[in-house]
């Protein structure tokens, strides 16, 4: 049976062409993933084989989120872990990140997604996060070092200046040695300048402290008994890893760096093998059908149903593992060239042969066979029911169904669907949002599961302006005669469309969100001035000696968690609140941050069960604090965050390092004349922005853009997997009807005619899906928009036009659809074609 499938497949290898492409597509993706994280790791492995400490002593951060200021340790810990026995030596180390190395253009040079770090000279060898490769080690503030691929990238030479930009300021300093990148830990192929260790903490802390301290252990010393030594003499506020350890964390920290393009190529791997079963699913449908009499007859010669539905499977077995095949091909491909645009940038990522893992040629070939062989199941098992006694008919046609069973089970889950969205409506924040996208998975499937009920009522409706010549009605009735293969071939777009459609109506409403927000939040700031990071302070000094700058507004943030969910802390400088951002108070009095209390915005108050009067614990960087509530605020997109004023903000562990500023011009003064000057005060500081509230709201935009970009690759991808299937459809349709198309051609239509006919049934599929699927994303996007109205997403935008544009460019790609087919269609001879049984 294994034999007749695979004939049966090169027979008719035109008939599944399309199945092994969608197969193809998914599984390309999905081994792409996962080779180019294999290489990654190995490439990791390697270059951490023999690069760190024995032992590595970190401070315990209390919280998960990242605080504005690292933790640190004394110089006396350092002293304390050299007394435990089996300690050879030791040396405090600083590692900050959120460094920038300006290029010979005075611009941030580009670091591809990688952090640039800032560290200090180390003191001992065995201990060394890195090495010096070329000429000599910093001495004070005014030397420095750049790691080497760094320098030959940017063209820096030995004893020349090199500007950079540190956490506490902006150094111009000569370049005195070339080392290696960071060899260990989170900073592992990132950028690195290096300077000598008290001008490290002068200049990356503003204050004395280590971050880390490295450990060389005696010859002979277990590293994992020293370590439980050290961790019993210095207690649970240390944290000591292995060396192993270390070599996790910094894969991890690197696998998080790169693993957006991971993350990407499985989201379309889904998305191609999602939208690609409805394919499968209908190919095999029709392919039955249309081989019923083929198939009856091997009943009627001694097959046995199993052994019938064996033979469908076969050719579902045989497809799966050539596009499983392919797929994986095309993944090592991908992979390839995801590697070589990094090596082609000249980024510091350590290299290693591409892996192709026994675990990835697995996983691709259960998902390629699985999938296939799952959607060609209902066929092939409709297939071994063929009584023998068909193979004696002239008439082939498989008995349908009833729809009764599918029907009421979809009519359940819309139902289902329904309560669910009510519940959902009247819970406010995340977990709202969550049962909106629940309620709309069970909205699909429940039209999935009734569509053919109504495709045929629907493909009527639809039809109806394009009038009532004859290709239009016969190619409406063929969308309407078999509702079954119709809602199939319908629902891959519809379930595309109304994911695409559904995101973009929230990031419409996000973006009017944040036009009205901070149209509504920042009231007498003309200018608003932001970075990529917190800057130094420095900034907003320098700005406030700007002639025609009245006030200088000062907002820092850093991490925190109030009952173990991670918030933001803001401390605001004085008057901040009082005109140059507008809140609206809704209980309580801000008057009460100058005596050390905060405020909440509402959205957040009611997510912690808080109110006025009120005390709480908030976790910071340097441990628990307990605060009262003071005042209530309306949700304010500049706020939103626990609010302290700057003296509780430091008292909590905040640096002083600076996220917002807003600048008051004075009255009488030119806008763009103060703009220019301020811009001139922080040349220094070339990632530092300084916008009016109009750019500023275009900035905050920004991001919105850049998913919206991705929705778009996504939309893009979706209506190609949804056109492959209404091509499958008409050219399996054409296969099928090859005697009706000679009759209708030997009564007098004529090949335009065929040609319309076949793009009416195109369109009409299309249509169906893609309004069905528009109708439910932009009910879903305003329900999520609905209950997230605290949470950002203040105003409703649905952007009709966009909406009304994708339908046309539905039916565009249905027209498109119908071109191959059509052209088969139109060749036929006509006599053969009448004479095909």
């Not at 807003?662 to 003064?669: F, H, N, Q, R, S």
Request: proline share 4%; aromatic share 4%.
């Amino acid at each position: 049976m294994l034999k007749l499938g695979l004939r049966s497949v090169l027979a008719h290898r035109l008939r599944f062409v399309l199945c092994t492409i969608a197969v193809l597509l998914g599984i390309g993706f999905v081994s792409g993933a996962m080779v180019f994280s294999d290489t990654l790791a190995a490439a990791l492995k390697k270059n951490f084989a023999t690069a760190t400490a024995d032992l590595t002593v970190t401070p315990v951060s209390p919280i998960t989120g990242t605080p504005n200021r690292p933790a640190t340790l004394s110089i006396e810990t350092a002293d304390r872990i050299a007394a435990v026995p089996g300690v050879a030596a030791t040396d405090a180390q600083l590692l900050v990140p959120d460094v920038e190395i300006l290029g010979k253009d005075g611009q941030p040079i580009d670091t591809y997604s990688l952090a640039t770090f800032g560290a200090s000279w180390p003191h001992d060898d065995r201990t060394a996060p890195f090495k010096l490769v070329a000429g000599a080690a910093p001495w004070g503030t005014e030397q420095l070092t750049l790691d080497r691929n760094t320098a030959d990238r940017e063209g820096y030479e030995l004893g020349q200046k090199v500007k950079v930009v540190t956490p506490a300021r902006a150094v111009t300093a000569t370049l005195t040695g070339l080392t290696t990148a960071g060899l260990s830990g989170t900073s592992a192929g990132a950028p690195l300048v290096g300077f000598d260790s008290a001008s490290a903490q002068l200049l990356l802390l503003g204050e004395p402290g280590w971050t880390s301290i490295g450990v060389a252990l005696q010859p002979g010393q277990n590293a994992d008994t020293v370590s439980r030594a050290i961790q019993t003499r210095l207690g649970d506020t240390l944290k000591v890893r292995t060396a192993a350890q270390v070599e996790a964390d910094g894969e991890s920290a690197l696998d998080d760096t790169f693993g957006g393009l991971t993350a990407a190529l499985l989201l379309f791997a889904g998305l191609a093998l999602f939208v690609g079963t409805f394919l499968i699913v209908n190919t095999f449908a029709m392919v039955v059908a249309q081989r019923g009499r083929e198939l009856a007859l091997l009943r009627a010669v001694g097959a046995s149903r199993g052994q019938v539905t064996s033979t469908v499977l076969a050719e579902a077995l045989v497809i799966g593992v050539i596009g499983s095949t392919l797929g994986l091909l095309l993944g090592v491909g991908v992979a390839a060239a995801i590697q070589l645009m990094y090596q082609r940038l000249d980024l510091a990522i350590p290299s290693a042969a591409l892996q192709v893992s026994p675990a990835t040629i697995i996983a691709s070939y259960l998902l390629g066979v699985g999938i296939t062989a799952a959607a060609a199941y209902p066929a092939a098992h409709r297939a071994g029911k063929l009584p023998p006694v068909v193979a004696l008919r002239a008439d082939t046609t498989l008995p349908e169904r009833s729809l009764v069973v599918r029907v009421v089970l979809g009519g359940f889950l819309l139902l289902m669907a329904v309560l669910l969205l009510l519940i959902s409506l009247s819970t406010n924040g995340l977990p709202g949002a969550i049962l909106v996208g629940l309620a709309t998975a069970l909205v699909l499937l429940g039209l999935v599961m009734a569509l053919p009920l109504i495709s045929r009522y629907a493909v009527r409706g639809l039809m109806l302006p394009f009038g009532r010549r004859a290709p239009v009605v016969i190619g409406r009735r063929n969308a309407e005669r078999n509702p079954r293969r119709t809602a199939a071939t319908a629902s891959a777009l519809m379930i595309s469309l109304a994911l695409v459609s559904g995101l973009v109506v929230i990031a419409a409403s996000a973006k009017a969100s944040v036009d009205q927000g901070i149209s509504d939040a920042i009231g007498t700031s003309e200018l608003v001035v932001t970075g990529d990071r917190p800057f130094s302070t420095a900034v907003g000094d320098s700005m406030a000696k700007v002639q025609g700058v009245s006030a200088v507004h000062r907002v820092r943030r850093s991490a925190g968690e109030v009952d173990d969910q991670p918030v933001t802390v803001a401390g605001v400088s004085d008057g901040t609140l009082d005109g140059p951002v507008t809140v609206t108070t809704t209980t309580g009095s801000l008057d009460t941050l100058a005596s050390g209390q905060v405020a909440l915005p509402r959205n957040l108050a009611n997510q912690l069960d808080l109110a006025v009067g009120k005390t709480f614990t908030l976790v910071t960087g340097t441990g628990k604090h307990q605060l009262t509530v003071g005042a209530v605020i309306a949700p304010n997109r500049q706020t939103d965050a626990v609010i302290t004023d700057l003296a509780t903000f430091t008292e909590l562990g905040g640096g002083e390092i600076d996220a917002t500023l807003y600048l008051e011009v004075a009255d009488g003064t030119d806008l763009g004349t103060v703009r220019q000057a301020v811009l001139g005060a922080v040349k220094d500081y070339p990632t530092v922005a300084v916008r009016d509230q109009q750019a500023y709201a275009e900035a905050q935009r920004g991001p919105i853009d850049s998913i919206l970009v991705i929705v778009g690759a996504l939309l893009g991808f979706a209506v190609l997997i949804a056109l492959l299937g209404i091509v499958n459809t008409l050219a399996l349709g054409v296969v099928e009807r090859t005697r009706e198309l000679g009759l209708l051609r030997a009564i007098g239509m004529d090949r335009p005619q065929v040609r319309r006919m076949l793009q009416v049934e195109a369109v009409a599929i299309a249509l169906f899906g893609a309004l069905l699927g528009l109708l439910v994303g932009g009910f879903a996007g305003a329900a999520v928009q609905h209950v997230m109205v605290d949470d950002g997403l203040a105003v409703l935008d649905v952007p009709v036009l966009q909406l009304v544009g994708a339908a046309v460019v539905a039916a565009v790609f249905g027209v498109l659809a119908a071109i191959w087919p059509s052209r088969r269609a139109v060749r036929l001879d006509v006599l053969r074609a009448i004479a095909t049984e």
